[in-house]
Nanobody
Framework: VQLVESGGGLVQAGGSLRLSCAASGRTFSRFVMGWLRQAPGKEREFVAR????????YYNDSVKGRFTISRDNAKNTVYLQIDNLKPEDTAVYYC??????????????RGQGTQVTVSS
């Protein structure tokens, strides 16, 4: 199983990014997929996850209204659209797969991450 994130980079505050995560090694169409992030000096935190149907999503309160998660099961890919970026969004963003939509997210696989840096 391999999860490969892309789309990170350096962006000014107020800008946007679209992160992608391509999964391979098996079919993930019936798995929960989502994103975590880890800022410098902080613990890794949940960002968002999406059910296999794509119809149910769940966000960390801190990103609601600015982050949008989506998926394309035909491509085994999950996306994270990030708008109105803030310096506090600076972190390594990780894709993860597995687990459930309720309760603490106990995913099965996690990618290597993509760096997002927001300048003020």
């Amino acid at each position: 199983v391999q999860l490969v994130e892309s789309g990170g980079g350096l962006v000014q505050a107020g800008g946007s990014l679209r992160l992608s995560c391509a999964a391979s090694g098996r079919t993930f169409s019936r798995f929960v997929m989502g994103w975590l992030r880890q800022a410098p000096g902080k613990e890794r935190e949940f960002v968002a996850r999406i059910a296999w149907t794509g119809g149910t999503t769940y966000y960390n309160d801190s990103v609601k209204g600015r982050f949008t998660i989506s998926r394309d099961n035909a491509k085994n890919t999950v996306y994270l659209q990030i708008d109105n970026l803030k310096p506090e969004d600076t972190a390594v963003y990780y894709c993860a797969v597995g687990g459930a939509m309720i309760g603490p997210w106990q995913y099965d696989y996690r990618g290597q991450g993509t760096q997002v840096t927001v300048s003020s």
